[in-house]
């Protein structure tokens, strides 16, 4: 009997287009080994899956969805032949090249997608905003709603991955008391054909940034470091798409809440 390992050069096992995958295939037994020929294939997938709430909704689109195949490199690194007792390394190395058309993506796991982003750099876009009763939407009774204004700004909303989300906001008037603010980070996901396409959003990450009836006219900063392992790039492909927004929600001290929404983009670089 024999066991079968395969062992990456690159400790991180990070690679970008263009990059040489190389390692080793280590073979153990207790004995000779006969085989027919030792062959190593390399594929790339993007698969689309629709939330349990969408299925039903698109059947169309659910059984003409078929997974993407980005890359797919087949090598043979060993002839027929026999392999020795005890361990066996066999070289090899594979470029990673996307298939003729097709795109490499960053490597991600979603919910409802797992893909892999084309490189694109950050742009600074600062975003600056007023909360008041007055700039809310879908809300049916802003009535009940207390007189409040909050400003406040993001230094962009087009963010390298690993900086952080940056800036600050300021409670100018509140007739009630409030609770507590919070800022969270949604995730988008879209997928879907020409019959029809599924949205899901997911929050990912929620921190308070402030607690109690806080002081007027004081800035609090907004300061939030993108989870490793639940954001990517955004991406939007003719199949599918995963964006990130930031919610700013003020609680009051009776448990109503408001919100106000800003799409932003992520890159890596």
């Known amino acids: 009997m024999a066991m079968l390992d395969i062992r990456l ?19 153990q037994s207790k004995g000779e080994v006969q085989h027919q020929g030792i062959s190593l294939v390399v594929e790339g997938i993007v698969n689309l899956q629709l939330s349990a709430k969408s299925v039903g909704v698109f059947e169309a689109f659910y059984n003409s969805i078929k997974p993407i195949q980005v890359l797919h490199y087949p090598l043979e ?20 090249k996307p298939k003729p058309g097709k795109t490499l993506y960053e490597t991600y796991h979603g919910v409802f997608v797992n893909i892999q982003d084309q490189e694109e750099r950050a742009k600074a876009k600062p975003v600056s905003f007023t909360i008041s009763p007055e700039t809310l939407v879908n809300v049916k009774e802003k009535q009940n709603i207390p007189r409040f204004k909050v400003k406040g700004k993001l230094e962009s909303s087009c963010i390298q991955i690993t900086k952080p989300l940056k800036g600050e906001l300021t409670v100018e008037q509140c007739d009630a008391p409030i609770k507590s603010i919070e800022i969270q980070l949604v995730r988008v996901e879209t997928c879907g054909c020409a ?9 990912i990450q929620n921190i308070q940034i402030a607690e109690g009836d ?18 990517c790039p955004t991406l939007s492909t003719n199949n599918f798409k995963v964006e990130f927004e930031i919610n700013i929600v003020i609680i009051f001290s009776d448990d109503h809440l408001v919100t106000e929404n800003f799409p932003v983009k992520l890159t890596r670089f």
């Open 214 to 231: 806080v002081c007027r006219n004081l800035p609090i900063p907004i300061y939030m470091v993108f989870p490793r392992l639940f954001t």
């Open 9 to 27: 050069k690159r400790v991180s096992k990070i690679y970008k287009e263009g990059d040489v995958v190389s390692g080793l295939v280590v073979v």
């Open 77 to 96: 690194i060993a002839k027929p032949g026999r392999l020795p007792s005890g361990k066996t390394e066999i070289p090899f190395e594979i470029p990673l």
């Open 195 to 203: 019959e029809g396409y599924a949205k899901d959003a997911t929050e």
